[in-house]
């Protein structure tokens, strides 16, 4: 595809797949999609993919935080899901996405981490929260947000005798989650401001800004992309995530 | 905390720490640059342009920016454990995405510009103090730069909006931190990041605060530029 192409359109106020520009293509979300793992989802954005588990583990509590759970989250940027990944270990792409996402669920409080406390001082849940994305065209960090969520949302604590996992047997206990706070990536395309962009759109992203929600609550952003921004635009782009977050939400059942 | 009256420090809301700029810090480097806001230090080493390795990243049309923050180990009460964490990661990319937009790289085809940021004594505000070191060291180095860019973090304690956290005020429950880089002349956006629970008003009045506060750094990041070439004019 061409960028320049892509760019006249959007200077036109159109897209490639004729969507508005706060529009999102249509998202999937679907949860129980691998068993071993204690809860898992896969969101799709248009062609975009990514599968979300989470694990569970008994770890000790930071010495700051004696009666507090934790969540980790990774993520592997595998070749699988475009020809611009390459093996290795996390690069800074991966890095910042698990962040993003951690960070929304972390400063959200979408989970109270003193419930995953077990043994105060002693003995903590740790919630693995692993993300795959399987098809990169554009918009991982809003797919994997949601992945994340829905994953959440539906993972049952494994049995535990003495402190330790049985894994493979699950209990009727779920992870309660206390809030759905959602993700909304904008890229600013010279003037323009578009919602949900896809790979080719990113190609040609001036700047990119996430922003997690929760009934017109911000709780995490983050800014990425080569060049500036003005504070009107990130006015506007917090404006469309307030008014949107309430149908992305509704997608996690 | 639901209200904060008086700032732990006794500064005002809108009061920055005591600053202080120096260029030419590290006598190897192209170009360098210390920056110091209250207790947090940090110090920025430019390295380039230089021939970028290995090949496969070079790019014929424009030379590229590659920043590395590190915390020293002895930088924080508990020691840190050397070598990069993922913390330290992120803020190597939106280090090098908030100094980007005012550079002109153009010139370098296939080069490198290297930015080192090393933390040597934290409280609070780390990145930010590494990022007004880093433009004034890129400033130094006499990279092709379309204006400088400061950086401070603003956020909301209990109730109040205020400028440069410290240590304590981050620690406080439910304290949102929000670090921001403003651009010198356009006042544009290059760094934003949020970690809390604000309202859209209480961040639009949070990042006025950081400009106003930007432009003041910008005034002594300027102010330490003349010192410097004075002082070498005079020699």
Redesign the interface.
Known sequence: MDNNYVLSLIQQNKRLDDRKFDEYREIKIETGISKNAEGSARCKIGDTEVVVGIKMAVGEPYTDSPDEGTIIVTTELSPIASPLFELGPP??QA??L??IVD?GIR??KALDFKKLCIKKGEKIWMIFIDIYPLNDDGNLIDASVLAALAALKHARFPKLEDDKILYGEFTSKKVELEKLPITFTFGKINDKILVDLDSHEETVIDAR?SISVHE????????????????EE??KM??IA?KKEKELRSLIK | MTSYDKRFSGRKFDEMRKMEAKVGVIKRADGSALFRIGETIAIAAVYGPRELHPRFLQNPETGILRCNYDMASFSVPERKKPGPT??Q??I???TE?AL??VLDLKQFPNAVVDVFIEIIQANSGTRCAGISAAALALAHAGIPMKDLVASVSVGKVGNKILIDLDKEEEDVDDATD?PLAV?GR???????????????KD??EA??LA?HGCEKINKIQQKALKEFYGSENGQ
């Open positions: 690069g800074s890095t910042e698990a962040r960070r400063e959200s800004l017109g609550n911000i709780h995490a952003m983050q800014k990425g992309g080569d060049k500036a921004m003005s504070l990130i006015e917090v404006d307030i | 993922r913390r990661v992120e190597s990319l939106v995405k980007l937009p929000i651009t356009k006042k544009e956006i290059t760094l934003l990041q949020l970690d809390g629970n604000v309202t859209k961040l639009v990042i006025k400009r």
